[in-house]
């Protein structure tokens, strides 16, 4: 059974360079649309569950070109504001091999980043509500976005709406202080919280026991004892994060793990070998994407991590931010056929 989801964030205009060209090489760039919790919505809506995005672009061409990219793939457009002066756009310098991608930011001044409580209806938004989910990345872009995301998650809590949030820290849009004062504050209304130990130390302030994460055997254990921290102090349902083994840019290996704060069970998924890697943007959000689908599918939470590792493999086969694979192929996928054999 469909599911309703919200997310609330940003939509920018990515520009990348084709052919894993460098900034400096390139004549012209491709045109894609994307942004973390729009990543979010696309997933869920190809998986099936009825998912809003809820955002503000300016009232122009450049504006419906983001909207109507969100409704290709069946994501709910419909209170998305107009308001504001500009789109907020990303430059990516995709890399390879040993040499990494590269994105330049120009989102200043952005519609969604001087957006009011005022321009959204939440307590419409959020009626018959199942899930909302967030990341770190809306509160950062301005104090208003911030403002705003409290706001959206009142009035969810309201509504008795599960939420989950990514915590994605952007050093190039905060300070770990601001972040760790901000966000300290929305954990009381979360649920469900996603992010590498980096994200918890650098966000939350939280920081493994005695056990070094980056020793590889003892890593899961500085993981357990990063979410045991954070589901004591905030008293999370779920702790997730997802593992990432990082040998080149066109090389990964991906897995991820899990903290049942209720039953204090902790579990680490299957890994994939990624490579070569198509396209890693979005990978983070597809993964999210595919641990919601789960959980909202009733499915128990080590099944439900699966999915969502599962997910996001795919997604690095893909080019654009959007994962537009559907529920079959992950669900082959987490079942254990990583052959890529032609279908026929």
């Excluded at 990219?69 to 789109?87: D, F, H, S």
């Excluded at 989102?107 to 209806?121: L, M």
């Excluded at 793990?257 to 902790?266: A, L, Q, S, V």
């Amino acid at each position: 059974m469909a599911k309703k989801v919200i997310t609330l964030g940003e939509i920018m205009l990515r520009l990348s360079t084709p052919n894993n060209e460098k900034f400096i090489q390139a004549d012209e760039f491709d045109i894609n649309y994307g942004g973390g919790e729009a990543n979010v919505a696309v997933s869920l809506a190809n998986y099936g569950h009825d998912a809003e995005f809820v955002t503000a672009v300016p009232d122009n061409e450049l504006g419906e070109c983001a909207v109507a990219a969100l409704r290709k793939y069946g994501v709910c457009t419909k209170n998305i504001a107009r308001c504001g002066e500009r789109l907020g756009i990303y430059f990516l310098e995709s890399g390879s091999s040993m040499r990494p991608s590269k994105v330049v930011y120009d989102r200043a001044h952005s519609s969604i980043s001087t957006a009011a409580e005022k321009d959204f209806d939440f307590d419409k938004i959020f009626e018959g509500a199942d899930w909302f989910h967030f990341t770190g990345i809306t509160p950062a872009i301005s104090d208003s976005a911030a403002a705003l995301t409290e706001a959206a998650l009142k009035a969810a809590k309201k509504h008795g709406v599960t939420v989950s949030c990514d915590l994605n820290f952007r050093k190039k849009l905060w300070s770990s202080e601001k972040a760790q004062k901000v966000m300290t504050e929305l954990m009381q209304y979360v649920d469900v919280c996603i992010g590498n130990e980096e994200d918890a130390e650098l966000v939350l302030g939280f920081k493994p026991g005695k056990t070094d994460v980056t020793s590889g055997e003892l890593e899961l254990a500085g993981y357990k004892s990063i979410f045991e921290q954070m589901v004591e102090k905030f008293g999370f349902k779920y702790a997730i994060s997802s593992l990432r083994v990082s040998h080149s840019a066109s090389d990964n290996g991906w897995s991820a793990c899990i903290y049942n704060g209720e039953t204090k069970e902790f579990y680490h998924s299957k890994e994939y070998s990624i490579h070569p890697i198509v396209d890693r943007v979005g990978g983070g959000d597809s993964f999210a994407g595919g641990v919601i689908c789960g959980l909202l599918d009733g499915k128990d939470f080590k099944a439900a991590l699966e999915f969502g590792v599962a997910a996001s493999a795919l997604k690095h086969t893909i080019p654009g931010d959007f994962n537009l694979v559907t529920r079959k192929e992950v669900e082959t996928l987490a079942g254990g056929d990583a052959s890529g054999r032609v279908q026929r």
